[in-house]
């Protein structure tokens, strides 16, 4: 039946999933691919390799796979570096899972096969001793609900292959698959050369509606979302080298989280100049990878997100926008006259709900235009594998609707949940509904993170807890002196990082992540769950509830509209998540609360202090926000007469800002610093602290407020003119 199924898996472009987790994993893995080789012996095929190489052994079975077999031809891909090769197509990929079991390898990967192609993971068993499940082990316990339920949908599921010490499991295909085909325009207004590079009708379709962004000089913005395979990067490119063929631009920016995710774009500008038989010069990084194309006097070349966001050119394409978060996104269709915002809306990435909410807006704002596809290109319509990963990560989880008839909070038994394959869709849908950007190891962390405990609002809210703290002598010790201490994230940053290490002799729950339905937002159930979630931790005796978090205006007001205090703003940027980690806290104990206390002295200090430098690239607004509920010292303020003198000059016309910015300075930093009740609003601080404390001009300052320069001087001015008032 397998031989069968190989057949016509090839015939009708579609995949399948080997799944072998025996302690014979080598016989299993040597026999199968001797079975698909001797079925492609008579055209050529590409195999990928995926493992940890600096593990030990390894490289052993690595080479040991390659001599039995008689193959040269694999490319070997480290884990670690894997999304350099999330542009390249495969016909096998070989997944090695005997030291590491990590949802979103097996995802990503995955997606680089083709139609006809076959994923063969296999281990001994996928269970223990693997990498990224040992970084979840805490005082030597970690649960097993996500592997076993991977199992058990592998063994139930179209297309996959499971062979394990009781034997072979596998059901074919039953449903029909439809190949991709492309439908060019009868009249198409894109070189019709381009249009047929394209592999669905999607592509074409979206090749001619892209022309909008070259519809008028007014400011316009396209979006282009698709799931994963569909091939939004690739006729992106396909359009670039329209532009290019056509003139429209002289200096085009591409930006995306990474150089390495935008090498689809540049391949597919490079392959539709070549089309067009136009002559073009490459810059290349040092690992080969395109960075920058010129043609026909226009440059196309990728900035990382903070550059290109004040580049001075003609368009932006922003590639896996999602993934940039909101603050970076606002800012660049506020900067930018001509944006194309390219993002996925379900895959291995992540959901980008948050995302699709935020083009809404946009919509409102200027003309707009949304581009969707739909069919996948890589392989067919209806692909098994496509299914199978979508259904075991929950890649497309949605929330179901429903009526608040009870919203009384429980504790959820994780096995349960783990069990009942409805309910876990509903609330993982509600998370990933709820949070920007998720991926399928969080789904591995809710299942198997054993000290987590699962509460629940009736079915229209979750979150997820962990304990951390209560540590001893030596294991602070570690951390002051550079060590980890795995499953105690919050005590970690304060002992590493700003050495308050008595925090570490505290308890408390960390707040992994809090969700709400999507139709019963902003009504006050995530602040009623969320007291919940304190009024038990208090009655159990812990010191602090807390929760760290990536920057985000609307996520940190709702916490500290709910009493929690920032204590820890991290001075380095999440690259993968593009923002800066906050910590904020609600202690519970006299204890929590003066070490609370003062580290929230020390952070509102480093703040004011070091803006300029480590907290330059943060949003003013996130500033702002924490500066105003942190602590403040009780003194009286002096402001010496010449810094007056200057001030009233500045205010009334007769100096300019740069002349008086010392005494400017002195002021504000007083106000953070002294003002019990914050008497000026958040925008009228968030200028303050851009233009004073970060140093950003008065453009750069609009920019993140979304007002004019003009404007912004003139709230500088009024603000300070209430502080003089009051000091």
């Keep these: ?7 016509r898996a090839k015939r009708d472009y579609y995949r399948l999933f080997v799944l072998i987790n025996s302690l014979r994993w080598r016989d299993f893995l040597l026999n199968f691919m001797t079975e698909f080789i001797k079925r492609r012996n008579k055209g050529s095929f590409t195999i990928g390799y995926a493992f940890h190489p600096w593990i030990e052994g390894a490289k052993d079975r690595f080479q040991d796979l390659k001599s039995s077999l008689a193959i040269n031809s694999v490319i070997d891909i480290d884990y670690s570096k894997y999304t350099k090769y999330l542009g390249a197509t495969f016909d096998i990929m070989i997944l090695d899972a005997m030291d590491d079991f990590r949802p979103n390898y097996i995802s990503a990967l995955s997606d680089s096969v083709r139609g006809g192609g076959v994923i063969v993971l296999y281990s001994d068993n996928i269970e223990n001793n693997k990498l990224f499940k040992n970084s979840l082990i805490k005082d030597g316990k970690v649960d097993n609900f996500f592997e076993e339920r991977f199992l058990q949908l592998a063994k139930n599921h179209e297309g996959v292959l499971v062979i394990d010490e009781k034997g072979e499991s596998f059901k074919p295909l039953t449903q029909k698959v439809q190949r991709p085909v492309r439908n060019i325009p009868e009249d198409p207004h894109v070189d019709i050369r381009l249009h047929e590079l394209c592999q669905s009708k999607d592509q074409n379709k979206a090749l001619e509606e892209m022309r909008f962004i070259l519809e008028g000089e007014d400011k316009r913005i396209l ?5 994963r ?4 990067s690739s006729v992106t490119g396909l359009f670039l080298s329209f532009l290019v063929s056509e003139h429209k631009f002289d200096n085009i920016i591409v930006t995306s ?11 597919f500008l490079v392959k539709g100049l070549e089309t067009l038989g136009l002559k073009y010069k490459l810059t290349r990084s040092k690992d080969g990878k395109i960075l920058g194309v010129a043609s026909k006097g226009v440059i196309v070349k990728w900035l990382a997100p903070d550059l290109a966001k004040d580049y001075e050119g003609d368009l932006i394409i922003v590639d896996e ?5 909101l603050d970076t996104i606002n800012y660049i269709t506020s900067r930018w006259k001509k944006v194309v915002l390219v993002s996925t809306i379900h895959g291995y990435e992540g959901s980008g709900k948050a995302f699709v909410k935020y083009l809404n807006f946009l919509r409102e704002k200027v003309k707009f235009k949304h581009v969707t596809l739909t069919f996948p290109i890589r392989y067919a319509q209806g692909d098994p594998v496509e299914r199978f990963l979508y259904d075991v990560m929950l890649l497309d989880a949605e929330p179901k609707p429903r009526k608040v008839n009870e919203v009384k909070v429980t504790e959820l038994d994780k096995q349960s949940l783990f069990k009942n394959e409805g309910l876990l869709r509903h609330y993982y849908g509600i998370l990933v509904s709820a949070h920007y950007r998720n991926s399928p190891d969080d789904l591995m962390i809710l299942g198997d993170l054993h000290y987590e405990r699962i509460f629940a609002m009736g079915e229209i809210g979750i979150a997820q807890v962990v304990e951390e703290g209560r540590l001893s002598k030596s294991e602070i010790n570690t951390i002051l002196n550079g060590g980890q201490s795995s499953g105690n994230l919050i005590p970690q940053r304060l002992i590493k990082y700003e050495r308050v290490y008595e925090f570490g002799f505290t ?3 960390r707040v992994i992540r809090i969700a709400i339905h999507p139709d019963y937002q902003g009504k006050g159930y995530g602040s009623a769950l969320l007291s919940e979630i304190v009024r038990i931790a208090k009655e159990e005796g812990l010191d602090w509830v807390g929760s760290s978090f990536t920057s985000d205006v609307k996520v940190l007001n709702f916490w500290i509209k709910n009493g929690f205090i920032p204590i820890y703003l991290s001075t380095r940027k999440n690259e993968g998540l593009n923002g800066y980690s906050i910590i904020i806290i609600k202690p519970l104990t006299d204890t929590a609360k003066k070490l609370s206390l003062h580290a929230s002295e020390l952070l509102r200090e480093k703040v004011l202090r070091t803006a300029h430098q480590v907290y330059f690239n943060v949003n003013p607004l996130i500033l702002a926000n924490i500066l105003r509920v942190l602590p403040k010292r009780s003194e009286k303020v002096e402001v010496p007469v010449e810094y007056k003198s200057k001030l009233e000059a500045y205010l009334s016309g007769y100096l300019p800002y740069n002349a008086v910015a010392d005494a400017v300075h002195y002021i504000v930093s007083k106000y953070f610093s002294t003002a019990e009740d914050a008497f000026l609003n958040t925008t009228e601080e968030a200028v303050l602290i851009a233009r004073t404390i970060q140093g950003k001009s008065w453009y750069h300052t609009s920019l993140y407020l979304d007002i004019k320069p003009r404007v912004a001087e003139e709230i500088m001015r009024g603000a300070i003119q209430k502080i003089l008032e009051r000091i």
């Design 1 to 7: 039946m397998l031989e069968e199924e190989l057949e």
């Design 223 to 227: 979006a282009i979302t698709a799931p």
């Design 229 to 232: 395979g569909r091939g939004k």
């Design 257 to 267: 989280p990474t150089y390495l995710s935008a090498q689809e774009i540049f391949f």
């Design 321 to 325: 926008a999602a993934a940039l978060g």
């Design 507 to 509: 308890k408390g729950w």
